[in-house]
């Protein structure tokens, strides 16, 4: 037995050009796969920091959002609103207090004990009752007078705060529309690079094959999460998202399966004969001119030497012409 007959071949290849993929190979392309899915999940997740709004806008001061003037006439009218509660708690407690002397006073005077002491700390309660009456009154008018200036003004701040929130609506929209399209350029590149990396190894017959498949599951993966993203998260591609990554897989994905079978139908003919069958066919040949399966000729004359030649070889056998 000659050398070149017992020398083991290398994984990932045949003596006849078939591929062979070895289980080595296998478990290698899945774990690339997934590394290659890890860091098209981390591309696809940085992107949503493209174009992001400022979020600092929502929590400006009610000073800077409708000016100084108008601020100013809010705040003099919350205060205004704090000095009547205020002013009616002391009214309250100056009631009770001379309710209190009043009532100790009287009960000195049925005894026929009169008190100068008493009657002193009556007429200072009624004072104080009176004194927060008034401050009552004031406080009362000073609320009425800043009321409709603070009304127009928190009306405007109302106004204002409804377009601010719209306006941050809108960013954030424009936003999710742009990171979209981003991630969709993203997962469309993967997969024509997929394809077309595929499609170059195949023709090449090359042992780096299952890396290409690799990049293919990876991108997969990576289409999987944006469509779940999308359906899950943003209400408004909720259906147009996951339809358009549909549509864009699809329409490559074909591309890639005409491709692939343009190269196959130039490469099948000779692998059938490299196995004794038909190449028109595939039925297996007995040596006869013609295929007893489509009774199509499969012996013709090489156009250099004239002799017999098996239709679909890549080199006469004779005279080793192509």
């Known amino acids: 037995m000659s050398e070149s007959r017992v020398r083991p071949r290398p994984a990932g290849s045949r003596m006849d050009g078939e591929m062979e993929t070895s289980g080595a190979e296998k478990v290698l392309a899945v774990v690339l796969a997934v590394f290659i899915a890890i860091g098209a999940v981390w591309g696809y997740v940085k992107l949503d920091e493209v174009s992001e709004p400022d979020s600092t806008a929502s929590h400006r001061l009610t000073r800077v959002l409708i000016g100084t003037e108008q601020f100013t006439a809010i705040q003099s009218h919350r205060q ?37 002491e008493l009657r002193t700390g009556y007429e200072a309660a009624q004072a104080n009752l009176a004194a927060a009456s008034k401050e009552l009154a004031a406080a009362v008018r000073e609320e009425a007078r800043t009321r409709p200036e603070a009304r127009e003004a928190q009306r405007r701040l109302v106004e204002l705060r409804r377009r601010e929130a719209e ?6 929209a424009r936003h999710d529309r742009i990171v979209f399209f981003l991630r969709l350029g993203l997962l469309a590149l993967m997969l024509a690079g997929a394809y077309r990396l595929l499609i170059r190894l195949r023709a090449r017959n090359s ?26 998260d943003y209400l408004e591609f909720d259906e147009v998202g996951p339809l358009a990554i549909s549509i864009v ?11 692939l079978q343009r190269f196959l139908s130039k490469r099948v003919p000779a692998r059938r004969v490299r ?22 000729a499969v012996i013709a004359d090489c156009s250099s030497c004239q002799k017999d030649r098996r239709v679909g070889t890549a080199r006469c056998g004779w005279c080793g012409s192509p």
Not at 91 to 101: I, P
Not at 167 to 172: G, I, K
Not at 207 to 232: E, F, K, N, Q, S
């Open 80 to 116: 205004a609103i704090r000095s009547v509660g205020a002013a009616r708690s002391e009214r309250r407690a100056a009631t009770r207090e001379l309710e209190l002397r009043r009532e100790a006073y009287r009960t000195a005077l049925d005894a026929g004990e009169p008190s100068a």
């Open 167 to 172: 306006r941050l609506d809108d960013d954030r």
């Open 207 to 232: 042992r780096y094959l299952p890396a290409a498949l690799a990049w293919i599951g990876a991108t997969a993966i990576l289409a999987c999460v944006m469509a779940a993203d999308y359906t899950d």
């Open 249 to 259: 897989g699809v329409a490559l994905t074909l591309a890639a399966f005409v491709a």
């Open 275 to 296: 196995r004794g069958e038909c190449p028109f066919c595939g039925f297996p040949l007995r040596g006869k001119p013609h295929c007893e399966g489509c009774g199509r």
